[in-house]
């Protein structure tokens, strides 16, 4: 059974850079199958689509965001994370991280529990 | 604002069926596989429906998916209280470079 596990620093400061790591269980970020993703979520509103990473290291971000996220892999941890730079409290979110099966589904199949990052002095 | 717009609540009696609308452009859902996600609250989302139409195991034919043009549907027959949840569609734009985009969320409350 695939398992992600979001893990990182709950509070982040603003101006400064949020970082945080999924590790993978029961599947390999090494896979040609899959894009690693992270998306996020303000308390109480919708879900925001921030970016993947494929096994090669090749990414695709968000535009919106693109100008702030980094997000890597290492594929000898079996990890992949997230890197958002001068947050401000707009970045409040629980943050997921979760795979995309790049042929069936298609779709975002397993997903982290999600962790909550506040930014806030 | 989001790209995919979704009611932003529906509601309907146990037993009953509701159905949520998802609505896009040529570029997003008229153009590319549409998916539908169930997050119960305090949860992470969970898969509901891929490639507009298809139940990934485990989900139960109640919830069925549709789609048609730039819009997909999302229907639920059966309600019962555990469906309380918020459902978001999501899918592939491709409008000015390539990006996934998600509705705004429709909360269900099975009255």
């Known amino acids: 059974q695939v398992q992600l596990q979001e893990s990182g620093p709950g509070l982040v400061k603003p101006s400064e850079t949020l970082s945080l790591t999924c590790t993978v269980s029961?599947?390999?970020?090494?896979?040609?199958?899959?894009?690693w993703s992270w998306i996020r979520q303000p308390p109480g509103k919708g879900l925001e689509w921030i970016g993947y990473i494929y096994y090669s290291g090749s990414t695709n971000y968000n535009p919106s965001l693109k100008s702030r996220v980094t997000i890597s892999v290492d594929t000898s941890k079996n990890q992949f994370s997230l890197k958002l730079s001068s947050v401000t409290a707009a970045d409040t979110a629980v943050y997921y991280c979760?795979?995309?099966?790049?042929?069936?589904?298609?779709?975002?199949?397993?997903w982290g529990q999600g962790t909550l990052v506040t930014v806030s002095s | 604002q989001s790209v995919l717009t979704q009611p932003p609540s529906v509601s309907a009696a146990p037993g009953q069926k509701v159905t949520i609308s998802c609505s896009g452009s040529?570029?997003?859902?008229?153009?590319?596989?549409v998916s539908w996600y169930q997050q119960l609250p305090g949860t992470a989302p969970k898969l509901l429906i891929y490639?507009?139409?298809k139940r990934p195991s485990g989900i139960p034919d109640r919830f069925s998916g549709s789609k048609s043009g730039t819009s997909a549907t999302l229907g639920i027959t059966g309600l019962q209280t555990g469906d309380e949840a918020d459902y978001y569609c999501g899918t592939w734009d491709s409008s000015l470079s390539v990006l996934w985009v998600f509705g705004g969320g429709t909360k269900l409350t099975v009255l």
């Open positions: 490639e507009n139409n």
């Open positions: 979760a795979r995309y099966v790049t042929m069936i589904p298609g779709a975002w199949d397993y």
């Open positions: 040529s570029s997003n859902i008229g153009n590319n596989y």
């Open positions: 029961g599947g390999s970020v090494s896979s040609g199958s899959y894009y």
